[in-house]
């Protein structure tokens, strides 16, 4: 959803990415570009960012000029994507997070350079895990959101853990973790989204999550329940 220019960007199994315009609704776009499904969409700026299954990120401006990046690095593929906005512990500039399903977050600035890279950390890993998950995303990040001082990311994975990320761009590594939270369910790639930064709501198989950081009260509304 992007407020500025008044448009929402969808992307659909029809793999097509379309743009509507907020106020009435009109469809005023359809971008035709992968051969197969587009995963995510989303804005940066101006501009319209799109990945699919050929792991590229592609970028079409204002002026309908399309360019692509190849953002993998090995066999890991994209399985979020966010807009950081323009935090002021990014320097204002408008960038985006890729999450991954090795359980990276890559941060790329206005430029789509990558700045930023955050490895999986080990306390996100269970160590009581027997055997290795079948379909290689147990740590795969599924979810990010900023809070409204844009001064933490947080990094939502599969496996029901979620890491509070400071932005501070002198610090690094471990230095730049607040707090890792434990859901104790998995998450399937359902958005939360922080209000404050003392409450966090929670999208997981267990249903909604509302969870209260400071005093770590947790309520759940499970999927069975109106």
Known sequence: LDYENKRLISSSLD??????DISSLNLKLIINEHKNENLFACHCGEDIIFIGNDKKLKILNMQNKLRCINISQNNEYVTCIFNLKSSKYLNHEVSIA??????????????????TEIPLNDKIKDKNLKSIQKDGEYYSVVSMCIDEREEFLFIGYKNGK???????DNEGGDNNIKRILNIFCKLNNILFIDEFYEIIFVGSEKGLIIKGIKDDETFTINNSEE
């Open 15 to 20: 793999k097509t990415i379309k743009v509507w």
């Open 98 to 115: 890729l999450g991954f399903s090795d359980g990276t977050v890559r941060i790329f600035d206005n430029n789509y350079h990558l700045k």
């Open 162 to 168: 979620i890491i509070i990320w400071y932005l501070k």
